[in-house]
């Protein structure tokens, strides 16, 4: 099987692929070639760069905004912006209160709070584009660039939290909306019964959704993960923590991409030692990934940057860049 095999497609639906690993590892190179590659393919491609240290534009050599922006035919390219996200999901706070007349006021101040503190924020920002373009299918295939581990795993971990959040708020909002009900009389601020309804029903609607992203980010046939990984043992070691990580989100690494390694027959002593040591750090790739496709891309020899590059590294990865259709099931 080649890598780009590992790819599955079905006829109107997002695929999803997450490409994680390691900071420093080469994550925004693999994503941008990947991203590229899709597009050369005639599928519509987004790659969303979910690292608060973008880097994205500077691989594309272009300006990316907080929103889809054209790099070439059929490639769009996202840049969360902390900032942006932030007053987006303040909007959404604020929004949500007003439908929340006289009842958890302090939670949901508390929310907009711990969410300006938290270094989360990017992660739900992530997250709320993934059920963006989980439900609108607008695109053939959405690419995460994503954070070093840690991040890419909170992320995942966010539709466990926001389910047991919602769930709290719809519990909490019946039990005031009964209570609303009883002392509509003389406690006219807490708003009518259509109201209540309207705002309980949101908050329904946006459990569903977190339950079907859940599922989505669970199934195979929509949702791969792509690990990065380079020849060093903290980057191998890092990886395999990440892996077991993954699995109990029931997310599984189908491929791992070995990026920077050294060429033979360089003439250079120092190169040649850390050649041999690289090569060690393979076999102990191939010993405890073994159960996945592994792709070995070299070292550059120059910045991995530009259009030629990344389809030099597409090449590498994929074994052509030319336009090939790739079907859907």
Same mark, same amino acid.
Not at 160 to 177: A, F, H, N, T, Y
Not at 182 to 209: C, H, Q, S, W, Y
């Given at each position: ?28 190179? $693999? ?6 590659? $899709? #597009? ?41 912006? !902390? ?9 959404? $706070? ?20 711990? #969410?300006?503190?938290? !270094? ?99 199934? !195979? ?15 191998? =070691? ?10 109990? =989100? ?12 050294? !060429? ?53 990865? =994929? ?11």
């Amino acid at each position: 099987m080649a890598f780009k095999d590992l790819f599955k497609f079905n006829k109107g639906k997002t695929t999803f692929v997450f490409i994680g690993g390691k900071g420093g590892v080469g994550k925004t190179t $693999m994503s941008a070639a990947t991203a590229l590659w $899709m #597009a050369q393919q005639g599928k519509k491609t987004l790659i969303i760069s979910t690292d608060p240290a973008h880097s994205l534009g500077d691989s594309f050599e272009r300006n990316i905004g907080h929103e889809p922006t054209p790099i070439k035919e059929n490639l769009y390219a996202v840049e969360i912006d !902390p900032e942006v996200a932030m007053k987006d999901y303040e909007a959404k $706070m604020k929004e949500q209160a007003a439908l929340n007349p006289g009842m958890g006021m302090d939670i949901l101040q508390d929310q907009m709070d711990m #969410a300006s503190m938290s !270094p989360g924020i990017d992660e739900a920002a992530a997250f709320d584009k993934f059920l963006q373009y989980m439900t609108t299918d607008e695109y053939d295939i959405v690419i995460f660039d994503t954070a070093p581990t840690g991040h890419t795993l909170r992320f995942l971990s966010f539709p466990e939290m926001m389910d047991s959040w919602v769930g709290k708020m719809i519990k909490l909002r019946k039990q005031i909306g009964g209570m609303a009900k009883a002392f509509k009389n003389i406690l006219p601020f807490m708003g009518d019964e259509e109201e209540e309804d309207r705002a309980l029903e949101d908050m329904e609607v946006t459990k569903k959704k977190i339950r079907e992203a859940r599922a989505v980010m669970a199934d !195979p046939d929509r949702t791969s993960f792509k690990m990065v990984v380079i020849p060093e043992e903290m980057s191998i =070691y890092e990886s395999e923590r990440a892996m077991e990580a993954l699995r109990k =989100y029931n997310i599984f690494a189908d491929g791992v991409i070995v990026n920077q390694i050294l !060429p033979e027959g360089t003439g250079c002593e120092f190169c040649e030692a850390r050649r041999n040591l690289q090569q060690k750090r393979l076999q102990t790739i191939q010993e405890k990934f073994g159960g996945q496709l592994i792709a070995e891309v070299p070292l550059l020899k120059e910045e991995a940057k530009g259009l030629d590059t990344l389809k030099e590294v597409a090449n590498i990865l =994929y074994g052509d860049v030319e336009p090939k259709k790739i079907e859907s099931n």
